[in-house]
């Protein structure tokens, strides 16, 4: 395969993010790893279930993602659990930042790709939390449109 046609890989989506949260935007960022970090995410070794991003003196922060030990790093390794810089322009940082002082907005990270140049990216976005009955709703929905789709096959 060549560069030109090369596309986005996705290595690993937070699914509950779906689920827990109603998301606002999503934006694109940059994430600064080490050379064992790239390898493991490369290798498909990452978690996103509980983590999230916040502001440290006007920097992005992601917490508490899990990238495993990459097998072969020996001393080199890096500690799987550690805060990570994302990085964004800085009018959409300052955006950002405004929002999630407002009540209820946070920020999680939603997928993990590769982009086409084949360089880690995360996809985070701008959340508010659902209540209850907006994740029921959500249950309902889902059921109804698996039954469609059943039907759908059933009747063809």
């Given at each position: 395969m060549s560069d030109k046609t090369r596309e986005i890989q996705v290595v690993?989506?937070?699914?509950?993010?779906?689920?827990?949260?109603?998301?606002?935007?999503k934006y694109k960022a940059g994430i600064v790893l080490t050379g064992t970090e790239v390898k493991s995410v490369r290798a498909g070794r990452v978690s996103m279930s509980d983590s999230y991003c916040l502001f440290l003196s006007g920097e992005l922060w992601l917490r508490s993602m899990h990238i495993a030990?990459?097998?072969?790093?020996g001393l080199n390794n890096h500690v799987p659990k550690h805060d990570r810089k994302l990085l964004l322009n800085?009018?959409?940082?300052?955006?950002?930042e405004a929002k999630t002082k407002e009540r209820g907005f946070t920020i999680i990270p939603v997928e993990v790709f590769?982009?086409?140049?084949?360089?880690?990216k995360v996809e985070i976005a701008l959340v508010r939390g659902k209540k209850l009955f907006s994740k029921k709703n959500t249950i309902k929905e889902r059921d109804l449109k698996r039954d469609?789709?059943?039907?759908?096959?059933n009747y063809r």
């Open positions: 690993s989506t937070n699914k509950k993010a779906y689920f827990q949260y109603e998301i606002v935007t030990e990459y097998q072969e790093g800085k009018r959409e940082l300052r955006k950002l590769l982009n086409e140049k084949n360089m880690v469609m789709d059943r039907s759908m096959r």
